[in-house]
């Protein structure tokens, strides 16, 4: 029997197709088996806390989803407020003051002139 890699998810098709099975034995009325795991009432148990945990993980995607989501918004409020603050300093001190230095803008004094196009 080949190694089981359970660190990755099954194909979706995977899935489906086991749960034809699972759902086809439940019309064999004769099946019994001593092997426990892999017996009606184990089948029947692991399908159901399947069922549960994909619920679980379905919630938890869509929390995540919005928490990201509020995430987002507030970063964007954040850096606008600050985009804010920054025109509020350039225009209160000045853009060559060390105020708005201070705040991460560039002095006007610091930037390169721009040279004139030579003929």
Do not use: C
């Not at 945990?53 to 987002?72: F, M, V, W």
């Not at 804010?84 to 230095?101: H, I, N, P």
């Amino acid at each position: 029997m080949t190694i089981q890699d359970t660190t990755r998810r099954l194909r979706p098709q995977a899935i489906s197709q086991d749960i034809d099975s699972f759902h086809g034995l439940q019309t064999v009325s004769t099946y019994n088996t001593t092997h426990a795991d892999a017996s009606a009432a184990n089948l029947e148990e692991v399908y159901q806390a399947m069922l549960i945990s994909q619920q679980t993980e379905t919630e938890k995607l869509a929390l995540y989803r919005a928490a990201a989501d509020a995430a987002r918004l507030a970063e964007w409020e954040f850096h606008n407020a600050v985009l804010a603050m920054k025109e509020v300093v350039r225009g209160q001190y000045g853009s060559d003051s060390d105020q708005a230095q201070a705040v991460g803008l560039k002095k006007k004094s610091d930037r390169k002139p721009t040279d004139p196009v030579s003929w």
